[in-house]
């Protein structure tokens, strides 16, 4: 099954936070998240493995709270540039990492000057 | 450069023609990925490749076969099987498994008529 995001759309000024936010049904060995564009590939923003490794960008921070299941994106005083739609993707294998990966229905965000 | 190449970038094909999108990359990954994207919605993985000469079957397999005879290649045939072929389709590859980064092609955009 694949994770549930929140919220479904953000409208932000620019300068503005927001937090979006994917759970999953299952236990996770690790959150993806990534941003695209219209037309265009996903690009890579970061990864949280378990056991609280994070690999990703500078400007952008994230949570994984294991126990709960769940992973939240921060974006801070955001510009322009951040508008786009937002995925975070899990691993469904049951025992190891594998490559069987799940994706969310996305988070549209709008940054408006 | 480093990367993965898909072609062509828009394809259009008749109903009931089989079509072979290609995916090459030169990242010297283990794993490869076939998403499908469809207008407004999250991505759905096809098939994974971990090692040359095996596959699995993702999230919506039918209709869709793979072959992965070179570590580089992993070329995807949209068969006539598969109800409803029109859609965005993104390769990607990864260092080995879903704690790894993916890198996504630039897509290649099926219209079948």
């Known amino acids: 099954q694949q994770p549930v995001q929140s919220p479904q759309a953000v409208i932000l000024r620019e300068g503005e936070d927001a937090v979006i936010n994917c759970s999953s049904s299952k236990a996770l060995y690790s959150v993806h998240w990534y941003r695209q564009k219209h037309g265009e590939a996903p690009v890579f923003l970061m990864i949280l493995l378990k056991g609280g490794e994070q690999k990703g960008h500078e400007k952008i921070s994230a949570s994984f709270n294991e126990k709960k299941q769940q992973s939240s994106l921060y974006l801070t005083a955001s510009q322009l540039s951040y508008s786009g739609t937002y995925f975070c993707g899990t691993d469904m294998a049951v025992g190891e990492p594998s490559g069987d990966m799940r994706f969310g229905a996305g988070t549209r965000l709008t940054v408006k000057p | 450069d480093g990367g993965i190449t898909q072609s062509p970038k828009y394809l259009f094909r008749k109903e009931g023609q089989n079509v072979t999108l290609s995916c090459e990359q030169n990242?010297?990954?283990?794993?490869m990925y076939w998403y499908r994207q469809d207008p407004g919605q999250g991505l759905r993985l096809i098939y994974y490749?971990?090692?040359?000469?095996?596959?699995q079957k993702g999230d919506i397999a039918e209709g869709y076969s793979v072959s992965r005879e070179k570590k580089e290649s992993f070329p995807l045939t949209v068969t006539s099987a598969q109800k409803n072929p029109t859609a965005f389709y993104l390769c990607?590859?990864?260092?080995?498994?879903?704690?790894?980064?993916?890198?996504f092609g630039p897509g290649t955009r099926l219209t079948v008529l």
């Open positions: 990242l010297n990954h283990d794993a």
């Open positions: 990607a590859s990864s260092i080995w498994t879903s704690t790894d980064t993916q890198y």
């Open positions: 490749s971990q090692i040359v000469n095996d596959f």
